[in-house]
């Protein structure tokens, strides 16, 4: 007899919802029949590693059980490292936006690991606790943020740090990158400027050498030889 199992069946069965019976023999077998099944369907959805350490256990709820206690473990381990990058995490010279996104990820991942219970109330004092929850949640995460920032973003920082209602990691994100592009263009014009300097620094030098202007001693042709192509050269060409 082909038994064919839902994902949703299977998943019943291995959080052991569907029980052996214990006076029937035609449900014993197709217990023991769906068991094999689902055991199979377990073993097929692991590494050759996992699959190898339950490879004896002989009922599939057995399976799940360990399987849900050796990851649970990993997964608080996975969440300890995760938090401690929150704050671990520096800009490292990289840019605000690639910054942010690096942080986000790990927000991301860490709130994908969270579990809550679901709300169904309207009631005002739920929906105050939630909100004053979810405003910790954001100033911790603006907090976060601040932390790694360079040191160039300091007078910034602090600037943040004093205002009365703390705006969104998002809205401390855009007001950054604005800064971030006027310090771009402010060194623009400095470069531009020192590049004008030099430039009219070379314009008004005078050899003492040759008397002409533009250069100095050392880079005169006169006193270092003329190229090979100029007239005045010692080695014309043939």
């Known amino acids: 007899m082909e038994i064919n199992l839902s994902t949703k069946r299977k998943l019943a069965f291995v959080q052991g919802s569907i029980t052996k019976s214990v006076d029937d023999p035609q449900k014993v077998d197709r217990w023991e029949t769906c068991n094999n099944l689902v055991i199979a369907w377990l073993m097929n959805n692991v590494s050759d590693s996992i ?87 954001a100033e ?37 990158q604005q800064e971030e592009q006027q310090r771009q263009v402010l060194e623009g014009l400095k470069f531009s400027s020192e590049s004008s300097a030099l430039l009219s620094k070379n314009t008004y030098m005078r050899c003492s050498e040759c008397g002409n202007k533009g250069h100095t001693y050392d880079k005169c042709w006169h006193v270092i030889g003329f190229p090979s192509w100029h007239p005045r050269s010692k080695k014309q060409p043939q």
């Not at 976060?144 to 994100?173: K, T, W």
């Open 51 to 137: 699959a190898r350490s339950i490879l004896y256990i002989k009922t599939a709820v057995e399976i799940w059980t360990q399987l849900e206690k050796r990851f649970a473990i990993a997964n608080g381990s996975r969440k300890y490292l995760l938090n401690r990058e929150t704050y671990s995490l520096k800009q490292d010279g990289q840019s605000i936006s690639d910054y942010y996104t690096r942080m986000k990820s790990v927000w991301e991942e860490l709130e994908s690991m969270n579990e809550r219970p679901c709300i169904t109330t309207t009631a005002e004092d739920a929906v105050q606790f939630l909100a004053c929850l979810n405003k910790q949640l």
């Open 140 to 176: 911790h995460r603006l907090f976060q943020f601040l932390n790694g920032l360079d040191d160039i973003y300091q007078a910034q920082r602090s600037q943040i740090l004093l205002m009365s209602h703390l705006p969104s990691v998002e809205v401390i994100c855009g007001m950054l």
